[in-house]
């Protein structure tokens, strides 16, 4: 690593994303609320943005150095059962994507809704739990780094009001993505590998997009809540296993040569 992980770090390059995303997302004048609306209201309202963010995303990890540690874990935890809340995050997923009326939706907005799935998985799953995490484990012990990247992983959405959704809606929403953001967690300890929580958060977000682009219903979704109490009721033990504190020498992970 080029730059060593400190916990101001971390929270400098959250920061920093945040806010060209959002500047960006304020000056295309397109409500949060209207994000869904059609593909054009997508691309301008939040895929431009994302992609900026994902140039600036990938410049920063490269100067800092952060690569490797922010996409793989040097050990998987050994509490494999906690896989249950991200499984059920993927039901609930696939409950969607079978709930969208795809007849009813445009080629282009299909397209879109890829675009941005794509983009958030990969900036927001970085900066969360990809460098905000390694900045904190500079110096935090690891039940906080995964409390703390969630809990800025849920904030990161109370900036929809400052985008145009009203209060009432925007609490609940910063809630559930502080328990996503534990489900995600989890993922990367239990699979070793930030990519994956990449995959269902991109997954994830364009099977909502859709879902709501034809008011279309999923019965599975209650197991979102349930998806999230049992992350918060589990995440310790994924966390209290993890040997990730800066300066430890890392395992070689590397497949034995034939």
Not at 111 to 131: C, D, K
Not at 132 to 154: H, K, N, P, Y
Not at 163 to 169: F, H, I, M
């Amino acid at each position: 690593m080029r730059v060593q992980p400190r916990a101001w770090i971390g929270l400098a390059t959250w920061a920093l994303y945040l806010a060209v995303a959002v500047v960006i997302q304020a000056t295309s004048r397109i409500p949060y609320t209207e994000w869904g609306d059609s593909a054009g209201n997508l691309w301008r309202g939040a895929v431009l943005s994302l992609v900026v963010g994902a140039v600036l995303v990938a410049i920063v990890t490269t100067w800092l150095g952060w690569w490797r540690p922010a996409m793989r874990e040097r050990r998987t935890t050994r509490a494999k059962w906690t896989i249950i809340a991200p499984a059920l995050l993927v039901v609930v997923m696939v409950g969607n994507l079978a709930g969208t009326d795809w007849g009813s939706v445009g080629t282009d907005f299909v397209i879109a809704a890829l675009a941005l799935g794509v983009f958030v998985g990969f900036n927001e799953e970085m900066t969360s739990r990809g460098l905000l995490l390694v900045g904190l484990r500079g110096s935090t012990r690891e039940i906080w780094v995964a409390l703390i990247s969630s809990l800025l992983f849920g904030l990161m959405h109370g900036v929809n009001i400052v985008l145009g959704q009203s209060v009432g809606e925007t609490l609940p929403q910063v809630g559930q993505a502080f328990l996503l953001g534990l489900s995600f967690y989890i993922l990367r300890r239990v699979t070793g590998s930030l990519a994956w929580a990449m995959l269902l958060h991109g997954a994830w977000d364009f099977s909502v997009f859709t879902l709501g682009e034809t008011a279309g219903s999923n019965p599975l979704t209650v197991l979102v809540l349930v998806a999230g109490v049992v992350a918060l009721a589990t995440f310790w033990f994924a966390a209290r296993d993890a040997r990730e504190t800066a300066g430890e020498p890392e395992l070689d992970a590397s497949p034995p040569r034939s």
